[in-house]
């Protein structure tokens, strides 16, 4: 797929086919968190891939906006260092590259911005000084639905304000 097909096609993804997802296919869509820029290259996070349904429907419990995690085959905890000043948008790179290299496979994902975060680290086993930027389901959709963007010439200010 075009990469620019790819980005303006991607939707977030809220219903999953029961289907898992390859593991080739979800070493590619991790490689391509790895492969995120970040601030001189301190590539500030690590990842945990969450297949278990017991820990799934638990970390769904703590997702306020995201109880559909419980659904998915897998999903991908993304943790970041905060000793490293731009880790979350460091860590917010990685999360868009898995996002799209996903849907240029045909599988969906959703950014849970809205979690108990100290609930889902405690049973992630993710050490206090880490910090869990979202956790992410992943799978081949059920439904995908349809969006809609400003215009482009509403958003845009040439030279300044």
């Known amino acids: ?69 419980a659904e998915a085959p897998v999903a991908v905890a993304v943790v970041t260092d905060p000793s490293t000043k731009w880790h979350e948008i460091d860590g917010s790179g990685a999360v868009e590259n898995m996002s799209l290299a996903a849907w240029n496979m045909g599988i969906g994902s959703c950014w849970i911005g809205s979690l108990d975060r100290e609930k889902v680290k405690a049973i992630l086993g993710i050490p206090n000084e880490r910090h869990l930027l979202t956790v992410m389901p992943f799978g081949y959709p059920a439904k995908v639905g349809s969006s809609t963007r400003k215009d482009l010439d509403t958003i845009i200010h040439d030279e300044s304000w």
């Open 1 to 69: 797929m075009d990469a620019f097909d790819c980005i303006v096609g991607r939707r977030s993804i809220r219903a999953f086919k029961e289907d898992e997802v390859p593991d080739d296919n979800l070493k590619k869509i991790l490689e391509a968190g790895r492969w995120a820029p970040s601030a001189m290259n301190k590539q500030p996070w690590e990842f945990i891939t969450i297949h278990d349904e017991s820990t799934l429907s638990e970390i769904a419990e703590h997702a306020r906006y995201g109880s559909f995690i």
